[in-house]
């Protein structure tokens, strides 16, 4: 034991430490000290010292989890939860109680607390508002644990949130131009053959991965064995040779779909 006996003057001795005393590590102690004299036979008694170990605010809140991450589909509900950090303080009572708090910083300019709250006690990080993931597709997080000893200890630790992208998004068609109602006029020679190419849809999907891979689809041809359309490319090309026959006026409508579950879609004529 990390104890000795001392002696201050005659007949009394002092009982003092040999060395750092940890409440961590041993809270109490039990120390028994015991009087022989020195007659023959010797003589003895006993008694029993029962020490605490009173605790000082030593020891700052450690996170579980070096580094946290979070991954949260967009279109989230205000409120839903986002993860739980969770910190431990080895020290006795409010100097072990354990609050948490966000640090401030900015998202996209705006200041975190307006993506993000975080409670308190329990360490779990809820959405003050709902994400988009054309907006931003992650952010991160400072959140700070301090204890409430005097004066308080803390740590911090970074908590990256990942935004999961859906399919909210349908194809935008950029060529036949929306502003002319997605409506186009092709001029096709009346010599054209098999394969010549007439036009070309052009889309984009503001969406991520499959939610944007997009394709082609001819839905109603004035002649459906006239025409082809790239499911991939978009071009529209003569499926067989035009002969004079053919009316003059071909009208076709084209959808172009993308890939979420469900697909969206959009047409053009």
């Known amino acids: ?32 000290i015991t009087a022989t004299d020195e007659g023959s036979p010797p003589l003895s008694s006993s008694k029993t010292v ?10 700052p809140p450690v996170f579980e989890e070096q580094v ?3 991954h949260v589909k967009e279109n989230n509900k205000p409120g839903s939860s986002v993860c739980t950090v969770a910190a431990t303080d ?10 948490y ?14 993506f993000v709250s975080i409670n308190g006690d329990t360490g779990v990080i809820h959405a ?7 907006q931003f597709k992650s952010f991160k997080v400072l959140v700070l644990a ?14 990256s949130v990942f935004i999961s992208d859906e399919n909210d998004n349908s194809p935008q068609i950029l060529y036949p131009s929306p502003e002319g109602n997605s409506f186009m006029t092709e001029m096709v020679p009346k010599a054209a053959q098999s394969g010549s190419l007439v036009s070309k849809v052009i889309a984009v999907d503001a969406d991520s991965g499959q939610n944007a891979w997009l394709s082609y689809h001819i839905v109603k041809a004035t002649d459906p064995g006239l ?43």
């Open 227 to 269: 025409f082809t359309i790239g499911e991939h490319s978009g071009e529209i090309r003569t499926q067989r040779d035009i002969s004079e026959s053919d009316s003059t006026k071909q009208n076709l409508i084209v959808s172009v779909k993308d890939n979420g579950q469900p697909s969206l879609s959009a047409t053009c004529a």
């Open 146 to 159: 301090r204890d409430n000893g005097s004066p308080p200890l803390s740590s911090n630790v970074t908590v």
């Open 101 to 114: 708090s966000l640090l401030p910083s900015d998202v996209s300019g705006a200041p975190v607390s307006s």
């Open 1 to 32: 034991v990390p104890f000795k006996l001392v002696p201050s003057i005659k007949n009394y001795y002092s009982l003092v430490t040999t060395g750092e005393l940890d409440r961590e590590l041993v809270s109490d102690y039990n120390i028994t």
């Open 128 to 134: 003050v508002r709902s994400f988009d993931y054309e």
């Open 68 to 70: 946290y991450s979070a």
């Open 90 to 99: 080895p020290d006795w009572r409010q100097n072990g109680t354990v609050v």
């Open 50 to 59: 029962h020490l605490s170990v009173a605790d000082v605010n030593d020891n």
